[in-house]
DNA sequence: GCCAACGTTGGC
DNA sequence: GCCAACGTTGGC
């Protein structure tokens, strides 16, 4: 099982919206990014485990957990021309994203901070805080991930 | 709201 | 295929 951490704006959809989702669970559509889409399309598996992320907000961080509840899938809001995920240059017959459902698993109880994560040693070779970071699914080793838990 | 850092596009 | 211009992300 591999681990993922996987980035939302709360504004628009945070870990609350995904715990009063049906089912707890929603789709994770909309990646516009190909290193992401690529992680999303190849690597990330059913069962997997996601660090719930808040971005763009007040106090970005690691705010729980949430588990991979399908396997990536075409993500069909790039096809909606309502859609502000819409994208003209992918096609049914080539479809270009990929997305998958996610299941709420657990809210931290406070947020493991950005801040908090860049102040530590233990995590200077993370994904997340290495410079420039910017992508919206990225790995996160065993290691981290066990470490991170331990912090909350 | 600013802007640094990155990604994407498109002319050549 | 290079690279300048533009767009986006996301912390601050």
């Given at each position: 099982m591999a681990y993922w951490l996987m980035k939302s704006e709360p504004d628009e959809f945070s870990i609350d919206d995904l715990q009063q989702c049906k089912n707890k669970t929603e789709t994770w559509d909309g990646?516009?990014?190909?290193?992401?889409?690529?992680?999303?399309?190849?690597?990330?598996k059913l069962?997997?485990?996601?660090?719930?992320?808040?971005?763009?907000?007040?106090?970005?961080?690691?705010?729980?957990?949430a588990?991979?509840?399908?396997e990536p899938?075409?993500?069909?809001?790039?096809?909606?021309?309502?859609?502000?995920?819409?994208?003209a240059k992918s096609s049914i017959d080539n479809p270009r994203w990929v997305a998958v459902d996610l299941t709420y698993k657990s809210k931290f109880k406070r947020i493991i901070t950005l801040?908090?994560?860049?102040?530590?040693?233990?995590?200077?070779?993370?994904?997340l805080v290495s410079k420039g970071a910017r992508l919206s699914v990225q790995p996160v080793t065993q290691q981290e991930?066990?470490?991170?838990?331990?912090?909350e």
């Open positions: 990646i516009r990014n190909y290193q992401a889409r690529n992680f999303l399309r190849d690597k990330v069962g997997d485990t996601v660090f719930f992320y808040h971005s763009s907000c007040k106090v970005p961080g690691i705010v729980g957990l588990t991979v509840s399908s899938y075409i993500d069909q809001s790039a096809f909606d021309q309502t859609s502000t995920y819409f994208d801040a908090e994560l860049k102040a530590d040693p233990n995590l200077a070779k993370m994904l991930f066990d470490y991170i838990l331990s912090l």
